[in-house]
């Protein structure tokens, strides 16, 4: 971009709001829909990016996904060739008893309950530059290493 001039970034949100994905828990077929919205559709130039994992459980039953390090997600942004310029990790164990540590390996999310885990992106490579705007890029996310396919 040349000096004085304003870019703009869109996101494409892969994972469209409640798209289903199959989760297998304790040996049954369970279902978690997911969302993954930003807070705004496209950002100027060095704006930061505002993004919401959103896991709901629509059945009856509370789903437990159990990890052998902790409970780790992986938020990754591609751009439209499909190169990563983004790839955060972050945990979201559920808290032990005294609610002080993420560290009980396991993320349980109740009958019809949800959870909302937030990051932000400053519009940045790996190397710590800025991405080129204007242009568009693919949020996605998944679990890491669970004990069991999700």
Not at 3 to 21: D, E, R, S, Y
Not at 70 to 81: A, K, N, V, Y
Not at 87 to 112: F, K, R
Request: proline letters at 7%.
């Amino acid at each position: 971009m040349r000096p004085g001039k304003t870019g703009c970034l869109a996101i494409i949100i892969v994972l469209l709001v409640f798209f289903p994905v199959l989760a297998k828990v304790h040996g049954e077929s369970s279902l978690f829909q997911t969302a993954l919205p930003t807070d705004k559709s496209s950002y100027k130039l060095g704006e930061t990016v505002e993004i919401m994992l959103v896991l709901y459980n629509p059945t009856s039953q509370r789903i437990a996904v159990h990890f052998p390090n902790g409970c780790w997600f992986s938020f990754i942004i591609r751009d439209l060739s499909g190169n990563v310029v983004h790839n955060q990790t972050m945990s979201d164990c559920d808290p032990t008893i005294n609610g002080l540590e993420n560290v009980t390996n396991v993320m349980t999310v109740d009958a019809g309950g949800g959870r909302w885990i937030g990051m932000q992106w400053n519009q940045q490579d790996p190397s710590g530059k800025q991405v080129p705007v204007p242009a568009d890029y693919v949020l996605s996310w998944g679990f890491k290493n669970p004990d069991q396919p999700i």
